[in-house]
């Protein structure tokens, strides 16, 4: 009941994951084992069955033989019996293997075509039924392993007085039913061969177009929207190729659109914010507005200058979509214009209660080539977020330092800091977390892109301590 439950539910169990060609694979050598060992089997115990009934056939004939030519033996006199019978017995020295013997009522050899059994006495089930009840039966060793056949010999008005038993070593038949079973390994071998080969390049065409799917899916997954893949077969994973081009070629058109759509209404919103912000400014000055009108013209003033950043960061963002996001890099001293801008945004942040700490190198710091004005919106922006993201502390530090290959420049704050799930994903496009402070979620997409221009890397991690570890590694200039 619970099977047909789990079954029509439609719910598998998640496993450790394999690919696909490995399960494959593994499914089809557990089922090459398994019928392997089943026709091994199969061979063995038909080979062993023919080979025995065989053997039987070809001691009865023997038998028979020997009784027709029994009568002859018998009719001797005594002093020619035993030379005689000897002779008779070896008759069937090379018969196929068989040895054939003469018993007496006692069931001790008389004669036999191997001379070491000669004066032995025989008590297996055969001899006993064969000398005791007169009957003609087959009986079978366990170590070693033979089987023979005894039949009574009647003389003197039906009196048993002697057998003949005729015994075959089973090694003979054992070496049949060996080379059977191993000519049915190399059969079933190159049959498994050949079969794991076609499974091979089967499984090839599921899994190369299935891997390349998976390839796409991941770059369109990061943004890479348009892309195609080739289709190869024109069965379900081709229609799962036609689907998943079909969904880039929408995610592109969709991004397109909206890309268009964000570039013209920032252009729509850089003028009224000049206008707005400019004649803020200039009401600043009209002395006779007082009070709150004037704390209101401030408000107006800050907002505007918020808008006509986050309009900036929606045209680099825009630029960075269709390709126009571009550098104009020269040699640059970073060391200066990071003092010159830790100098000016000291003031602003000691308004709101926030010493900015800054460590300088000890030497000096090696030149970089790199475009001043983005590298100083990429510091702006994470100054920026320090400030607002890391206000619980009272210090944001930041730090130069250089080694022959980078410069690095390095911001903390004292904050809460960024909960460890957020932490991969913070610099995505439109990412803003579980913050609830106000921001675009793209200014550092936008950092990042710029860093990744100059070859660089950003990285941003939470501090030992408390609060947010900004790393930006820039590369010397190689002399």
């Known amino acids: 009941m619970g099977i047909l439950t789990f079954l029509s539910r439609g719910k598998w169990p ?40 065989h053997l039987r056939a070809e001691m009865q004939d023997a038998l028979r033989l020997a009784d027709a030519a029994l009568p002859v033996l018998l009719a001797q006199p005594d002093e ?43 008590r297996t089930e055969d001899v ?34 002697r057998a003949l038993r005729v015994v075959s070593d089973l090694k003979i038949a054992s070496r049949q039913v060996l080379r059977a079973i191993l000519i049915t390994a190399a059969i079933g071998g190159c049959i498994s061969a050949l079969f794991l080969l076609g499974s091979l390049l089967y499984i090839r065409t599921i899994s190369e177009p299935v891997a390349k799917l998976t390839d796409m899916a991941s770059r369109i997954a990061d943004g890479s929207y348009g892309m195609q893949v080739k289709k190869t077969y024109d069965d379900e994973i081709g229609v799962l190729t036609d689907t998943v081009n079909t969904l880039s070629e929408t995610l592109s058109k969709t991004e397109k659109l909206q890309t268009e759509f964000i570039s013209s209404v920032s252009h ?3 003028t009224p914010l000049t206008a707005i912000t400019g004649w803020s400014e200039t009401l600043m000055y009209d002395e006779a ?9 401030q408000i107006i003033s800050s907002e505007a200058n918020r808008l006509a950043k986050l309009v900036t960061e929606l045209l680099d963002f825009t630029r960075m979509q269709d390709g ?62 320090a400030a607002k993201y890391g ?74 301590e408390a609060g947010v570890l900004v790393t ?3 590369p010397v200039v190689q002399e």
């Open 472 to 474: 930006i590694k820039l």
């Open 324 to 385: 126009r996001f571009l550098l104009n890099v020269e040699s640059l001293n970073l060391a200066a214009e990071l003092e010159d801008l830790v100098f000016s945004y000291d003031g602003l942040l000691r308004q709101d209660g926030v010493e900015l700490r800054y460590t300088p190198c000890e030497e000096d710091a090696p030149l970089i080539l790199g475009d001043p004005a983005r590298l100083k919106q990429v510091f702006l922006n994470i100054l920026d977020n």
């Open 268 to 270: 729509e919103l850089r």
């Open 128 to 161: 006993n039924a064969a000398l005791k009840d007169g009957e003609t039966q087959f009986a079978k060793g366990k170590d070693p392993r033979y089987l023979s056949l005894c039949m009574p010999v009647s003389e003197q008005d039906g009196e048993t007085l």
């Open 391 to 464: 206000r619980d502390g009272t210090y944001i530090d930041v730090g130069l330092s250089f080694d022959d290959a980078y410069i690095t420049v390095t911001v903390r704050d004292y904050g809460s800091g960024i909960p460890e799930n957020e932490l991969p994903f913070v610099k995505q496009k439109f990412y803003k977390g579980s913050s609830k402070e106000r921001g675009s979620g793209i200014g550092l997409a936008v950092c990042e892109e710029i860093i990744v221009r100059h070859m660089g890397e950003l990285i941003i991690e939470n501090a030992p």
């Open 14 to 53: 998640v496993r450790k994951s394999r690919s696909l060609r490995t399960r494959w694979l593994i499914g089809c050598i557990c089922g090459l084992l398994l019928g392997f060992i089943i026709a091994v089997s199969v061979s063995a115990a038909v080979s062993s069955a023919k080979q025995e009934k």
């Open 80 to 122: 020619k019996y035993a030379s005689a019978a000897h002779r008779f017995v070896c008759r069937y020295d090379d018969h196929n293997g068989l040895e054939l013997q003469l018993l007496d009522a006692d069931g001790c050899v008389e004669a036999s075509s191997r001379e070491s059994q000669i004066g032995r006495r025989i």
């Open 289 to 297: 507005i007082q009070g709150d009108s004037r704390r209101g013209i």
